[in-house]
């Protein structure tokens, strides 16, 4: 095998890289690893919030033990965190489920389909990507509270069955998926929901994996929307529950740090699972071929 | 089985431009009709048109004598092969063939027994289970036809589908497809802008030009009798020689004006029809393959022309020699495979075989 010259400077700037790089994942994963870290400490460790940080110490006495995981334990059963989980579940898993069914009919219309206006509508799905959503807040709660939603699950869930961005990525998507098989399938007799059932959504299976795993992060760690759309404590959501977690002593950091760990591990599951698919979905949809 | 008939149908997408300008098209049940014609002359529109997947602007199709104008294609009974053979990447071969079928919900045996006839008769039966990314171009081109055959359609339309093949494979399909008509006996209608499958397969062929049929009759009766300059251009290769002329009239009967010699045309052509034309501007036509091998010494007698050769293609058991006579380049299809460029060449004309065309229209005389 022939390899190729290198000269000095090649070697530099590969070094600066991986210095570059290795800070980067350690300013990433130092909140993570604090995280984890304190949520396997007991309560009579840590006095203030200096304690969490980690020293020598804390790795040097660091063992994991049944009894260290006492604080999931504790974190689990106390209060309403398992209602909360509960629901975060439901809101998630329905909100996800709206964006499969709704996005993908948006996306295969405006793919499609010719119509008047269509490419007006498509310029506000994008506009709509750019407003956030401290500003639309006031009008949803308005809507909300007119259709009598106010402190429910659904608050949480209709105003994000239909996405923006699930549009503009499976519009994208569908536009590179060739219109001959469309044909094909019309002439075999497919209507159009059949074509987007049969033919679309399996080719789409990359942009359907970003599309899932997109939805669900967003949606697991909506805290503004059940902030001011919920009141009650049956109706609370993991971010929400989380920012509030106080026991009779005050802030319960051990507790508080066990609650995020738990809180996390589905989302990090789930996308380990779509690892795969998210890199291939976001470059496919990028090129035609 | 079925006929289908076009009439006076017309396709525009702006209101302004005719893709297909008003066409009339009679096919017979079982024939196989071949649409052929260079890119943009309509020949895919019409046959979208038919498959329904193209709205008719104008004018009536009938498939087995009912009007299917606004029929959607399901309701039509046909079957379509595309260019790209568009197979569900993500079905195999069973499932891609079986679509259809469970679409219209037909039993599970009867799928299971159609796919299999279909696949015996297209040998596929050892790649039911593969994917199409697994199949060569052959084979997948095979499951088109394979999905289209399940269905037992009245008609079937082909959409260039032998375009992505190499040239030895496509040989091989043509072949293959002519047989397969015979074998199932349905109407075929057939899109191409090759000429040679064309020719090979059609039982009669529509040729086509800015949105309108030039002709449509027998392959042979195309070659032999083009109704116009483009028809007699477009079929053969390399293309009909043609010259710009004038008729004119003398005791003995009708000359033409050919690269400065005068000549006789043959009793043919000795009709009242030419009355018309005396002294005006015609075009005489000749194929490549229509002069006369110089060592034929009965034909001697015969005009000859002349030029220095500039290119020359040697096909192996025949050459084409472009020459320049009168500045005008004539092509000559020959078995002398000796010439080389920059020699002489002169050769002889067969004038039983020059084709008359109008100087305006450009129709056959």
Redesign the interface.
């Known amino acids: 095998m022939i390899e190729p010259i290198k000269n000095k400077n090649f070697y530099l700037q590969r070094i600066l890289l991986y210095i570059f790089l290795t800070t980067l994942l350690i300013i990433t994963i130092t909140p993570f690893l604090i995280m984890v870290i304190t949520s396997f400490k007991t309560t009579d460790n840590i006095a203030g919030l200096r304690d969490i940080l980690p020293s020598i110490e804390t790795f040097k006495n660091f063992k994991i033990s049944r009894e260290t995981f006492k604080n999931y334990i504790e974190a689990w059963n106390d209060g309403m965190f398992g209602k909360y989980f509960y629901n975060t579940i439901i809101v998630t898993l329905l909100v996800i489920l709206g964006n499969l069914i709704f996005d993908t009919m948006v996306a295969y219309a405006l793919s499609r389909k010719e119509f008047y206006g269509k490419k007006l509508i498509f310029l506000f799905i994008l506009a709509r990507m750019m407003i956030p959503v401290q500003v639309l807040i006031i009008p949803v709660f308005i809507l909300i509270k007119q259709l009598n939603l106010y402190d429910t699950l659904t608050a949480l869930i209709l105003p994000n069955v239909v996405q923006g961005f699930g549009i503009f990525l499976m519009k994208q998507y569908f536009d590179g998926i060739?219109k001959?098989?469309d044909?094909?399938?019309?002439?075999?007799?497919?209507s159009d929901f059949?074509i987007l059932r049969?033919?679309l959504f399996?080719?789409a299976k990359p942009a359907i994996a970003v599309l899932i795993i997109n939805t669900a992060l967003s949606t697991w760690n909506i805290f503004l929307m059940p902030l001011i759309l919920t009141q009650s404590v049956e109706k609370r959501v993991l971010g929400l529950g989380l920012a509030l977690y106080k026991s009779q002593y005050g802030v319960d950091y051990v507790h508080s740090m066990a609650a995020s760990t738990i809180a996390v591990l589905p989302i990090l599951i789930l996308f380990l699972c779509f690892q795969n698919y998210i890199v291939s979905g976001l470059t496919k949809g990028a090129v035609k071929t | 089985m079925a006929d289908v008939v076009l009439k006076n149908v017309s396709k525009s997408y702006d209101k302004k431009n005719l893709i297909v300008d008003n066409i009339s098209l009679e096919i017979k049940d079982k024939e196989f009709v071949i649409l052929v014609g260079p890119s943009g002359c309509g020949k895919t529109t019409t046959l979208r048109m038919i498959?329904?997947?193209e709205q008719i602007t104008a004018g009536k199709l009938y498939i087995n004598g009912k009007c299917v104008n606004d029929l959607?294609?399901?309701d039509r009974d046909?079957?379509?092969v595309?260019?790209?053979y568009?197979?569900?990447?993500?079905m195999n071969v069973f499932e891609n063939m079986a679509?259809?079928l469970k679409?219209?919900k037909y039993e599970k045996k009867e799928i299971e027994r159609r796919v299999m006839e279909a696949a015996e008769i297209l040998e596929l039966k050892n790649y039911l289970y593969h994917k199409p990314k697994e199949l060569s171009g052959g084979q997948r081109q095979r499951v088109a036809v394979g999905?289209a055959i399940v269905?037992q359609p009245q008609v079937f339309l082909f959409d260039e589908p032998l375009s992505n093949l190499d040239a030895k494979l496509r040989v091989q399909m043509r072949a293959e497809l002519s047989k397969l008509h015979k074998k199932l006996g349905v109407t075929m209608i057939y899109v191409t802008h090759d000429q040679v499958e064309a020719m090979t397969m059609g039982d009669r062929i529509a040729v086509m030009h800015k949105g309108k049929i030039q002709q449509f009759d027998t392959p042979l009766n195309i070659y032999n009798k083009p109704s116009n300059k483009f028809t007699a251009g477009f079929i053969g290769s390399p293309s009909m020689n043609f010259v710009e002329s004038k008729l004119l009239k003398k005791d003995n009967g009708y000359f033409i004006d050919f690269l400065g010699a005068e000549i006789k045309l043959p009793n043919k052509f000795q009709n009242e029809k030419l009355e018309k034309y005396i002294n005006q501007k015609i075009i005489v036509g000749i194929r490549p393959e229509d002069f006369i091998e110089p060592n034929f010494q009965q034909f001697n007698n015969n005009p000859k022309i002349k030029g220095i050769i500039e290119i020359t293609e040697q096909m192996g058991a025949e050459s084409y020699y472009y020459f320049r006579c009168n500045d005008k380049m004539i092509v000559v299809r020959t078995r002398h495979l000796s010439l080389k460029i920059s020699e002489k060449i002169e050769v002889t004309l067969n004038l039983e075989k020059i084709h008359l065309f109008d100087g305006i229209t450009e129709e056959s005389i």
Not at chain 1, 183 to 190: H, L
Not at chain 2, 86 to 90: E, F, G, Q, R, V
């Open positions: 060739p001959s098989l044909e094909a399938a019309i002439i075999d007799g497919a059949q049969y033919i399996p080719i | 498959a329904g997947l959607p294609p399901k046909i079957a379509m595309f260019q790209n568009a197979l569900y990447p993500h679509f259809g679409l219209r999905r269905r």
